[in-house]
């Protein structure tokens, strides 16, 4: 009988350690779920950038067509911002910021 006992505690204790091995290499091996987590981490911050990106996307294609259509306001604004161009009778007053 105590060698039964026996028996059956190395069974339990070797199905133990093969389990928590087998657990360890599923969660960090290198297509384990540890890399699961990053690559899903990575994926929602690269969608968040997809997203403003079009964003940005879509306001430079509205500028685009602003300019294209010759809207004066727009023709203005970036002839002033981008240019530093102003009318005859403007002072252009530079702050540069630290």
Known sequence: MKD??????LFVAAFVVIAVVGALFL???EYGYSKY???KKEI?????DMK????ENEELKASIDSLETR???AIEKVAREEYGMREPNEDVIVVETK
Do not use: I, M
């Open 71 to 73: 809207v004066p306001s």
């Open 27 to 29: 969660a960090f091996n």
């Open 44 to 48: 929602l911050v690269l969608r968040r």
């Open 37 to 39: 987590e990053t690559l």
């Open 52 to 55: 403003r990106l079009e964003q």
């Open 4 to 9: 039964r006992n026996k028996t059956n505690a």
